[in-house]
Structure formats: structure tokens, C-alpha cells
């Protein structure tokens, strides 16, 4: 499955191997992606060592069952790349996002899931999150979005980049039809709700930073999306900062 990597010498240039020692290491020797695997599921993250095991350039050094786990192997092994899913026990993949850039804030984080929501797309990318890939894709692809990310290249499955591209087609129509139309006034709360949604906080650390119940948060998500006549908490932010209601630093 992995290529061959490093130069080819003719078996005859002993000369040629002895002294340069150098060159053989900068094609043979290249370290390989260390990569940690996120997932709840046991089997899951045993087939995908299983096959990234077969990648010479890629190196499964931990697991973990959840997104608390994750923070703490992530501070000490120090991986390139966080392989996560999104829904899991105890902490998920989206909330463990920022965490682990605070603790490895050079690893690379690929959210692996069956979740399709756009807005799990949006609040992984805000959290951090590089790649978005839905556990439909091959094997081979997993491998080469591993590549890609650790190259510093984004990845997200082309069925969410279509739903994105749909959304924001669908945003811009609407914006159009109402632009003569006055922006609707939120409260004082509504705003301060919508800067922190802004921001990436969920429904529940918006609740305890702002000393008000999850549900009470709901309501005001749900009042904003009405006014507004908008349909996500996505184009929720993006409406506001292009009518200026909120401007994002």
C-alpha cells in the first residue's frame, strides 16, 4: 500500500554509500506522522492502526476513548496529527478541539466522523479542527488526508464541502432579497448570546459564562434564528457580521 522511500544506489557504488551518509538520510530516514487515534469505539481504532500500520510514513503512537482521554495523551506524546470523531462519551471531539491545541499547539486535528450536521463542521473548524471527514471514505483516503493535513493542506469529505457550498449559495440569495428590509433589533442578552456562539462556545459553556441555564440559552438561540429568519447558528454568525450587528475581532 505505502511507497517505497529513499534513493535507489547501484549495488556497486560502495564509495558511494560510505561517504555519503547525509543523502541517504534525507530520503530513507524522513520521520514519519505520528498520529493519535480518537474514537469510542474500540474495534474502530484497532482496524484504523491496523491499516495506517501498513503506511511507512505514518506512525500510530496512541489511542484514546474519549475526548478527555485525548487532551491528556495528546500533552504527552506530542502528535502531529489527532485522528478524532466527533460524538463521544464523557467529552466529545469538538469540545476536546481547543484543549489539545492548548496543550499541543502544534498538532494537527482531522475530526473522523458519521456526523454529516453542517454545524459540527462549523464548530470543529472553529474549534481547530484541520480536516472533516465522514467514516464513509476508503481506507487509502484516510492515509492520504493524514498526508495532506500534516502538509498543511485543509481536508473536509466533498458531500460536506457540497452542503457548505449550498448553504452559503442560500445565504447570499436570502441576504439579497432582504437587503432593503431593516435588520431586525436582538435585545442586549441576544447579542451577547450570539458574540459567544460566535466565538465557538457551545450551548452549555455559553450558559456558565454568562451564569444562565442551557435551556435559557436555547431560547435565545432559537429567538435570534427567528428574527433573523435564518436557519443555523452558522448563518447566524455570518448574517451578523456581514449586516453588522456583531463584528468578530
Not at 173 to 178: A, I, V, W
Amino acid at each position: 500500500m505505502a511507497d517505497t522511500f529513499g534513493p535507489v544506489r547501484d549495488a556497486n557504488d560502495a564509495d558511494g554509500a560510505a561517504d555519503t551518509g547525509a543523502d541517504t538520510d534525507s530520503g530513507s530516514c524522513k520521520e514519519p506522522i505520528r498520529v493519535l487515534v480518537v474514537d469510542d469505539h474500540a474495534l474502530f481504532r484497532r482496524g484504523l492502526e491496523i491499516v495506517l500500520a501498513q503506511e511507512e510514513d505514518i506512525q500510530v503512537v496512541g489511542e484514546a476513548g474519549d475526548g478527555a482521554e485525548a487532551v491528556d495523551k495528546a500533552a504527552d506524546l506530542l502528535p502531529d496529527i489527532v485522528l478524532m470523531d466527533v460524538r463521544m462519551p464523557k467529552r466529545g471531539g469538538i469540545e476536546a478541539c481547543t484543549s489539545i491545541k492548548e496543550v499541543a499547539p502544534s498538532a494537527k486535528i482531522i475530526m473522523l466522523t458519521i456526523s454529516d450536521e453542517e454545524a459540527d463542521l462549523y464548530d470543529a473548524i472553529k474549534a481547530g479542527a484541520t480536516g472533516y471527514l465522514l467514516k464513509e471514505i476508503s481506507t487509502d483516503e484516510v492515509a492520504t488526508a493524514i498526508r495532506a493535513v500534516a502538509d498543511g493542506q485543509s481536508q473536509i469529505s466533498p458531500s460536506m464541502a457540497s452542503k457548505l457550498l449550498t448553504e452559503f449559495k442560500s445565504m447570499i440569495q436570502r441576504t439579497d432579497e432582504r437587503r432593503l428590509v431593516p435588520a431586525p433589533r436582538l435585545t442586549d442578552r441576544e447579542l451577547e448570546v450570539l458574540k459567544l456562539v460566535a466565538t465557538g462556545m457551545n450551548n452549555r459553556d455559553i450558559a456558565k459564562e454568562l451564569f444562565i441555564s442551557e435551556n435559557t440559552v436555547k431560547n435565545h438561540v432559537r429567538n435570534i434564528l427567528e428574527k433573523l429568519q435564518l436557519h443555523s447558528r452558522m448563518e447566524a454568525v455570518v448574517y451578523a457580521m456581514r449586516e453588522k450587528i456583531l463584528e468578530i475581532r
